[in-house]
């Protein structure tokens, strides 16, 4: 009776974890982090694209609900949302993409890259 109390908590638990990932895209919550990580970004991204409140978006209007990009250029502006490490190696990446023309959002898009195997 333990273990199967035990088994229906632990699954309950991470039931509840991978539930509470996604949600509503909040402009205080989306630079809580240490400025290598970001806790809430990885959660909000869907919201934010689906959303479509970077569409049709100026450069300073970006600035203003998502502050400084990590990386910038004329075309584009990146966010990082998520690195994954394996022994001091980095293993995953999760940027935002927001690309621009004329200073005018066209498109965000979120870009994954994952280490090559050896």
Not at 60 to 69: C, E
Not at 91 to 103: A, E, G, M, N, P
Request: proline letters at 2%; aromatic letters at 8%.
């Amino acid at each position: 009776m333990l273990n199967k109390t035990l088994i229906f908590t632990c699954l309950l638990a991470v039931c509840l974890t991978a539930c509470s990932r996604k949600q509503k895209f909040d402009r205080d919550k989306w630079d809580d982090g240490d400025g290598i990580t970001f806790a809430y970004r990885p959660g909000m991204v869907e919201d934010l694209i689906a959303s479509k409140q970077l569409n049709g978006l100026k450069y300073q209007k970006v600035i203003h609900l998502l502050h400084r990009p990590q990386l910038s250029s004329k075309d584009s502006m990146v966010y990082d949302l998520d690195r994954q490490y394996n022994k001091g190696t980095l293993i995953y990446t999760q940027t935002l993409v927001v690309f621009l023309k004329d200073s005018v959002v066209t498109k965000a898009e979120v870009h994954e890259t994952h280490a090559k195997k050896k």
